[in-house]
């Protein structure tokens, strides 16, 4: 019984696999060469390709640009306020509705910079908060 388990577990991980997979390494290997990637610590690569998952919320806050905002204004005072008791699977959240993605590039949020920005509407009470994720802005009604 235990060397025919051992020969499915092996067929259904390794040899019904290995065709498919020899041929996604093969194409992989022709856009990212192996050599390139050596230069790296495990760790950095996954932070390379996946991004960063943790982060410093107030350094976010510190790098973001105010677009007919100011820091001190009630509107962006009341965001941080309420930003700041998410719980942080809704600050990923609010994360990836900015930027399409709930991580960070490799770079860091210290190179991570966004915009709030005024989107001027006639009746604010009446709009949402939305965002331009090519351009990192949040639009967000007064």
Same mark, same amino acid.
């Given at each position: 019984?235990? %060397?025919?388990?051992?020969?499915?577990?092996?067929?259904?991980?390794?040899?019904?696999?290995?065709?498919?997979?020899?041929? +996604?390494?093969?194409?992989?290997?022709?856009?990212? =060469?192996?050599?390139?990637?050596?230069? *790296? +610590?495990?760790? %950095?690569?996954?932070?390379?390709?996946?991004?960063?998952?943790?982060?410093?919320?107030?350094?976010? %806050?510190?790098?973001?640009?105010?677009?007919?905002?100011?820091?001190?204004?009630?509107?962006?005072?009341?965001?941080?306020?309420?930003?700041?008791?998410?719980?942080?699977?809704?600050?990923?959240?609010?994360?990836?509705?900015?930027?399409?993605?709930?991580?960070?590039?490799?770079?860091?949020?210290?190179?991570?910079? *966004?915009?709030?920005?005024? =989107?001027?509407? %006639?009746?604010?009470?009446?709009?949402? =908060? +939305?965002?331009?994720?090519?351009?990192?802005?949040?639009?967000? =009604?007064?």
């Amino acid at each position: 019984r235990k %060397e025919y388990v051992d020969l499915y577990v092996n067929y259904v991980f390794n040899k019904s696999v290995q065709k498919p997979f020899e041929d +996604f390494m093969q194409g992989f290997l022709r856009g990212c =060469p192996a050599r390139n990637w050596k230069m *790296f +610590f495990p760790e %950095e690569l996954q932070v390379l390709l996946q991004g960063y998952t943790t982060f410093d919320w107030h350094l976010l %806050e510190k790098n973001v640009i105010y677009r007919q905002y100011k820091k001190l204004d009630q509107t962006i005072r009341n965001f941080w306020n309420v930003f700041h008791k998410l719980p942080e699977e809704k600050k990923k959240m609010f994360l990836a509705f900015l930027s399409g993605s709930d991580r960070i590039t490799g770079y860091g949020l210290e190179c991570f910079r *966004f915009q709030i920005a005024d =989107p001027q509407v %006639e009746n604010p009470d009446e709009s949402s =908060p +939305f965002a331009s994720t090519c351009y990192l802005i949040l639009f967000l =009604p007064r």
